[in-house]
């Protein structure tokens, strides 16, 4: 339950929007073994009051129902290596693929509808097929409690296809493939980057890093 403003600059001569908004959004799923996979079928409904919308209509109500399902399994395998610049004591390789169908219907209060303050007001009617892929490279470092299990790497992949892509996603059936990187080359030093590479001939579109070391409590850079 909010209160939601926005400020516009005032050589745009634009006057400041602000609105109450409810929002309940309730998920009900049921993860059951199918094989080596885990499918885990969801339904759920979502309700979201405005005190008025775009158009200043008063006391506005917004319906959703989402259904699907997700598919996810989760496989490794194990080499018996040490040292090096990971300072390796074992590596294991775990990736955990994923695909999920989202299909949500019946939303008559559209995005153009609203005042768009934040994603909540940007939920609509879509159909999509979520395809995600995460990596682990995990080590054995020894810690003052014993030895405990350290991703060393880990990287996520993630990108969607939309059925119905005219409505859904401006005509593009697919969405940038998007990539997250952790890399920790020990308790001091790692590096996190991020990067969106689009399908249809744009390239990289974002692309970010960041290094951090941390040799002690007293120093962090």
Do not use: C
């Not at 399902?69 to 496989?75: D, I, K």
């Not at 880990?154 to 892509?165: E, H, S, V």
């Amino acid at each position: 339950f909010s209160h939601n403003r926005l400020e516009v600059d005032e050589d745009l001569d634009v006057a400041a929007r602000g609105t109450w908004r409810a929002d309940a959004d309730s998920l009900l799923e049921y993860p059951f073994p199918v094989g080596p996979f885990t499918l885990t079928p969801f339904a759920g409904l979502r309700y979201t009051w405005y005190e008025e919308d775009l158009f200043e209509r008063r006391n506005e109500d917004r319906f959703g129902f989402t259904h699907g399902a997700t598919l996810a399994m989760q496989a490794w395998r194990v080499w018996d290596v040490s040292g090096g610049l990971f300072d390796l004591d074992g590596l294991r390789h775990v990736v955990y693929p994923e695909i999920t169908f989202r299909n949500t219907i019946g939303v008559e209060l559209e995005p153009d509808e609203l005042v768009q303050y934040d994603p909540v007001d940007a939920f609509d009617d879509v159909q999509v097929v979520e395809l995600r892929a995460r990596n682990l490279l995990q080590t054995v470092r020894q810690r003052d409690t014993g030895p405990a299990i350290e991703n060393i790497v880990d990287l996520d992949a993630r990108t969607a296809y939309f059925p119905n892509a005219g409505r859904d996603h401006g005509g593009d059936p697919w969405s940038d493939l998007e990539l997250d990187l952790i890399v920790r080359f020990s308790d001091a030093l790692q590096m996190a980057a991020d990067a969106e590479l689009d399908w249809y001939g744009k390239g990289l579109e974002v692309a970010n890093y960041a290094v951090g070391y941390v040799p002690s409590r007293a120093f962090q850079a």
